[in-house]
């Protein structure tokens, strides 16, 4: 009964901020590696960030320096805060609990678009 919910998706203008939030039910959510992933329409769905339980992160290298990515175990939630955002950006965003063989749970998505 894993249950992920993302919120916080909208339209921006480039340069603009948004933070994404997952709400995380029927698990441990604080012993487990958590992720972000997107997929623009016709690309592939790609690794935007990752936390770790202990709280290590990871970035792809299109999104350094710009998105980050925590957690707040008590409160059971995933974040990930979205800054100077680019129209190449412009993607359904998902929250994720990835493990050694992949991904075993995704929410639905939120839709992020990034445009003037």
């Known amino acids: 009964q894993v249950h992920l919910v993302e919120s916080g998706g909208g339209l921006v203008q480039p340069g603009g901020s948004l933070r994404l939030s997952c709400e995380a039910r029927?698990?441990?959510?604080?012993?487990?590696?958590m992720g972000w992933y997107r997929q623009a329409s016709g690309k592939q769905r790609e690794l935007v960030a990752s936390i770790t339980s202990g709280g290590a992160t990871n970035y792809a290298d299109s999104v350094k320096g710009r998105f980050t990515i925590s957690r707040d175990n008590v409160r059971r939630r995933l974040f990930l805060q979205m800054n100077s955002l680019k129209p190449e950006d412009t993607a359904v965003y998902y929250c994720a609990r990835p493990n050694v063989s992949g991904v075993d749970y995704w929410g639905r998505g939120t839709q992020v678009t990034v445009s003037s």
């Open positions: 029927g698990f441990i959510f604080g012993r487990n590696t």
